[in-house]
């Protein structure tokens, strides 16, 4: 009696393990075993950020990282390619150094901006002169003179370099608030005169070029130690360049003393007209719907004071590694898996929204779109975007993801629409259910977000990988599922600020010829 029981019991056993492991998607579990056993994220980066670079629009650079990503994907046999969806400013980076010759010799540390003329190839060497403090416009016209053959510097000197956790942890609670408040009066102060000169950020190195200025001299201080944030430059033949908060503040506080700093400038760049600009798109095509569409979504495109790797070269390993690993654990989907590297986002999601314009056919097939593009971090929010009925497929999908993943994922449905920020906007704007991938910070908006500090080390490649199997599984989910996602939109609240209900965004038409002075 004891021998058959324990038989039944081994029996039942069995049949029970059994079960388990029919239960189990062989599919999600292979695609868990690829992203953490053949991992490709640290490759791909270091070809990325390193090798090529960053990814201003318009630079070869640029044109650069299209091309391998196309050979990328082709190299894992997905079919690939270069979409070219309008023209931009040609332009490459050259050599950048500044030098204080005068009242000593020290070397500093800064950059052209983008798209900054080019000094002469000796460069140029002027003293600093800074804004006047002025009444009206008319004062600042009558100084406008003084500027000729001179360097200006156009940014508020900052009283302290250090960020203020720094200040929390070590200052008393006095000192801290009186720095504040001090802080607080100077930039006060400094707005109510650039209010005064009526010039903007702009407008005025426009008119101190016109009034013979050689050079301009910026610092955007990013509030942490050593970053600065590094944009384009919109003087036409003189350059401008972007000096660290700590080299600006001697330099404006030797001019204020009277000491007259001169500065020897030279910044290389060239001009090379019009050149066209892409977007790489790569698909697996659909095996039972080719005509429906999962896509895939992260900028390619980055500002270049840094290599690019938090914005968006997270977010674009991520669609990368997905691809691959779905290619090796999905190779026949249901529907057609498309993964779109869009360019120009930086200036105003230029390249998502020249694909929806182009693609109607595309964007009405669309089962879901998945974008990431705000940092390193493992996705810690997602929205449903405003699409009333997303909980019952996001959620579908979601159960299917590893506890460890969605555990620290909040969802907020039905959510609202995006009216920019990033390229998943484009596509809700038109009415695809399209969901930002949101990820923890890991100080992105101060460190890395459009810095001099955005390179391959501030990479968290657990995160990554974190988030290239999220991904990968939702694509996958979301090409199974025998059911097209609703998109009915929701009732959108009341704004707060204006008091009138909301509306959903209207799809906008991209600039296709960008850049031009």
């Given at each position: 009696?004891?021998?058959?029981?324990?038989?039944?019991?081994?029996?039942?056993?069995?049949?029970?393990?059994?079960?388990?492991?029919?239960?189990?998607?062989?599919?999600?579990?292979?695609?868990?075993?690829?992203?953490?056993?053949?991992?490709?994220?640290?490759?791909?980066?270091?070809?990325?950020?390193?090798?090529?670079?960053?990814?201003?629009?318009?630079?070869?650079?640029?044109?650069?990282?299209?091309?391998?990503?196309?050979?990328?994907?082709?190299?894992?046999?997905?079919?690939?390619?270069?979409?070219?969806?309008?023209?931009?400013?040609?332009?490459?980076?050259?050599?950048?150094?500044?030098?204080?010759?005068?009242?000593?010799?020290?070397?500093?540390?800064?950059?052209?901006?983008?798209?900054?003329?080019?000094?002469?190839?000796?460069?140029?060497?002027?003293?600093?002169?800074?804004?006047?403090?002025?009444?009206?416009?008319?004062?600042?016209?009558?100084?406008?003179?003084?500027?000729?053959?001179?360097?200006?510097?156009?940014?508020?000197p900052q009283p302290t370099g250090r960020?203020?956790?720094?200040?929390?942890?070590?200052?008393?609670?006095?000192?801290?608030?009186?720095?504040?408040?001090?802080?607080?009066?100077?930039?006060?102060?400094?707005?109510?005169?650039?209010?005064?000169?009526?010039?903007?950020?702009?407008?005025?190195?426009?008119?101190?070029?016109?009034?013979?200025?050689?050079?301009?001299?910026?610092?955007?201080?990013?509030?942490?130690?050593?970053?600065?944030?590094?944009?384009?430059?919109?003087?036409?033949?003189?350059?401008?360049?972007?000096?660290?908060?700590?080299?600006?503040?001697?330099?404006?506080?030797?001019?204020?003393?009277?000491?007259?700093?001169?500065?020897?400038?030279?910044?290389?760049?060239?001009?090379?007209?019009?050149?066209?600009?892409?977007?790489?798109?790569?698909?697996?095509?659909?095996?039972?719907?080719?005509?429906?569409?999962?896509?895939?979504?992260?900028?390619?495109?980055?500002?270049?004071?840094?290599?690019?790797?938090?914005?968006?070269?997270?977010?674009?390993?991520?669609?990368?590694?997905?691809?691959?690993?779905?290619?090796?654990?999905?190779?026949?989907?249901?529907?057609?898996?498309?993964?779109?590297?869009?360019?120009?986002?930086?200036?105003?999601?230029?390249?998502?929204?020249?694909?929806?314009?182009?693609?109607?056919?595309?964007?009405?097939?669309?089962?879901?779109?998945?974008?990431?593009?705000?940092?390193?971090?493992?996705?810690?929010?997602?929205?449903?975007?405003?699409?009333?009925?997303?909980?019952?497929?996001?959620?579908?999908?979601?159960?299917?993801?590893?506890?460890?993943?969605?555990?620290?994922?909040?969802?907020?449905?039905?959510?609202?629409?995006?009216?920019?920020?990033?390229?998943?906007?484009s596509f809700q704007a038109a009415g695809?259910?399209?969901?930002?991938?949101?990820?923890?910070?890991?100080?992105?908006?101060?460190?890395?977000?459009?810095?001099?500090?955005?390179?391959?080390?501030?990479?968290?490649?657990?995160?990554?990988?974190?988030?290239?199997?999220?991904?990968?599984?939702?694509?996958?989910?979301?090409?199974?599922?025998?059911?097209?996602?609703?998109?009915?939109?929701?009732?959108?609240?009341?704004?707060?600020?204006?008091?009138?209900?909301?509306?959903?965004?209207?799809?906008?038409?991209?600039?296709?010829?960008?850049?031009?002075?």
């Amino acid at each position: 009696m004891i021998k058959k029981t324990s038989l039944l019991f081994t029996m039942l056993l069995l049949s029970g393990i059994s079960m388990l492991a029919q239960d189990k998607d062989a599919v999600i579990e292979a695609i868990i075993q690829e992203a953490n056993e053949n991992s490709q994220l640290e490759i791909l980066g270091h070809q990325l950020m390193d090798g090529i670079g960053p990814r201003l629009v318009g630079t070869p650079q640029m044109k650069n990282a299209h091309d391998w990503a196309v050979a990328k994907y082709e190299s894992w046999g997905i079919p690939a390619r270069n979409e070219q969806w309008g023209e931009w400013k040609g332009w490459e980076r050259g050599i950048s150094h500044i030098d204080m010759v005068h009242p000593r010799v020290q070397s500093l540390r800064g950059t052209q901006l983008a798209w900054s003329p080019s000094t002469p190839k000796k460069g140029v060497t002027a003293e600093l002169v800074v804004l006047p403090t002025v009444s009206d416009s008319m004062e600042f016209k009558n100084w406008l003179p003084n500027v000729k053959g001179k360097l200006v510097m156009i940014s508020m000197p900052q009283p302290t370099g250090r960020p203020d956790y720094n200040w929390e942890e070590f200052a008393t609670e006095k000192s801290f608030e009186k720095m504040k408040d001090e802080r607080e009066e100077q930039s006060k102060a400094w707005d109510q005169n650039m209010g005064n000169i009526g010039l903007n950020r702009r407008s005025l190195p426009i008119a101190l070029e016109e009034a013979g200025a050689v050079g301009i001299v910026a610092s955007y201080w990013s509030r942490g130690f050593g970053v600065n944030k590094i944009f384009g430059a919109y003087t036409k033949e003189i350059p401008t360049v972007d000096l660290e908060l700590e080299d600006y503040g001697m330099l404006y506080r030797l001019v204020e003393s009277g000491q007259k700093p001169q500065l020897h400038i030279v910044a290389e760049s060239k001009e090379l007209g019009k050149v066209p600009t892409f977007n790489t798109i790569a698909e697996i095509k659909g095996s039972e719907k080719p005509d429906e569409y999962v896509i895939l979504s992260a900028h390619f495109d980055s500002w270049d004071g840094g290599t690019g790797a938090t914005d968006n070269g997270t977010g674009t390993l991520v669609m990368m590694e997905a691809m691959r690993i779905l290619k090796k654990a999905y190779p026949n989907p249901k529907r057609t898996i498309l993964v779109g590297h869009w360019g120009s986002e930086e200036q105003g999601l230029n390249g998502s929204r020249a694909f929806v314009e182009d693609n109607p056919e595309i964007v009405a097939g669309v089962q879901a779109v998945f974008n990431q593009d705000n940092g390193t971090g493992r996705v810690v929010r997602i929205s449903g975007g405003g699409f009333l009925n997303s909980y019952d497929y996001l959620g579908k999908w979601l159960h299917e993801v590893p506890k460890e993943i969605t555990d620290e994922i909040e969802t907020t449905f039905p959510g609202t629409p995006a009216r920019g920020g990033s390229d998943y906007a484009s596509f809700q704007a038109a009415g695809a259910p399209a969901f930002s991938l949101s990820s923890l910070s890991w100080s992105y908006w101060n460190y890395t977000w459009h810095t001099n500090r955005d390179t391959y080390d501030k990479i968290i490649f657990d995160d990554v990988r974190n988030n290239a199997i999220l991904t990968a599984i939702l694509a996958y989910m979301a090409s199974e599922d025998p059911e097209k996602t609703s998109r009915e939109k929701a009732v959108l609240p009341i704004s707060d600020r204006t008091g009138e209900q909301l509306e959903w965004p209207e799809p906008r038409s991209p600039e296709r010829n960008g850049g031009q002075n």
